[in-house]
């Protein structure tokens, strides 16, 4: 199937510290990108999204940079807590005649106490 | 509000037999997406109702299959079950369509045997 992303698929960050979780976008068409977060036994949670127009965004404790030179973008968590640790995917949606959302294939982040 | 609600939660069928899964949307959410999610697959998409109707399919066969009620309820059938349908599926709603913010569901853990 399609995918977008690097393939990283486990990250190890000491509690308290910064996290940054990357993805590689295939498509020049998307307009617009989701990071969602999906800890064990639930569905995915939408965390932050940004559109095309846009480099930067920041949420609460995470900000999400966009580079659309290289077709990438990262998800950055600030002081990072054990709750944060999830698996977390990046998704594109394509504008054609229909929405398509192409998921990354995850980055499980692991936070150490 | 009350979340995306997907039954049953656990499933264990043998090769073979066929399979429903259901779900239901967030209230006034008219889209709903069907996914499975594989150990290191990530999410693949299934297919995509919007009133009723499929708006988008991804590429999986013909054994799968889905239809959307007029309350936005939906389900998926998967007939003649293969090893490797065992999966997580997953359901999420959006207001009007996949290309926007998903809520998903805890999903549906289905393991065949």
């Known amino acids: 199937g399609e995918n977008v992303g690097l393939h990283l698929p486990t990250l190890s960050v000491q509690e308290g510290d910064n996290s940054i979780i990357n993805c590689a976008y295939s498509?020049?068409?998307?307009?617009?990108f989701i990071w969602y977060k999906q800890e064990s036994g639930k569905g995915p949670q939408f965390i932050i999204d940004?559109?095309?127009?846009?480099d930067k965004r920041q949420g609460q404790r995470v900000t999400v940079l966009l580079n659309k030179t290289v077709k990438h973008l990262s998800l950055q968590i600030a002081a990072t807590q054990p709750g944060d640790s999830a698996v977390y995917f990046c998704a594109e949606v394509v504008k054609t005649s229909y929405d398509k959302v192409i998921f990354g294939p995850g980055t499980s982040l692991s936070v150490i106490p | 509000k009350a979340g995306v609600t997907q039954t049953p939660r656990y499933l264990i069928k043998t090769r073979g037999q066929q399979v429903t899964l259901s779900c239901s949307p967030i209230?006034?959410?008219?889209?709903v997406s069907w996914y499975q999610q594989t150990p290191g697959q990530g999410l693949q998409f299934l297919f995509e109702y919007f009133s009723e109707t499929q708006r988008n399919k991804g590429n999986f066969p013909g054994r799968f299959s889905g239809r959307q009620f007029s309350n936005s309820r939906s389900e998926m059938n998967v007939s003649t079950l293969e090893l490797g349908d065992s999966a997580l599926y997953l359901c999420?709603?959006?207001?009007?369509?996949?290309?926007?913010?998903?809520?998903f569901g805890s999903g549906t853990q289905l393991s065949v045997l």
């Open positions: 999420a709603s959006s207001l009007e369509g996949s290309g926007e913010k998903l809520f």
């Open positions: 940004i559109r095309s127009n846009m």
């Open positions: 498509n020049s068409a998307s307009d617009y």
């Open positions: 209230s006034g959410h008219r889209s």
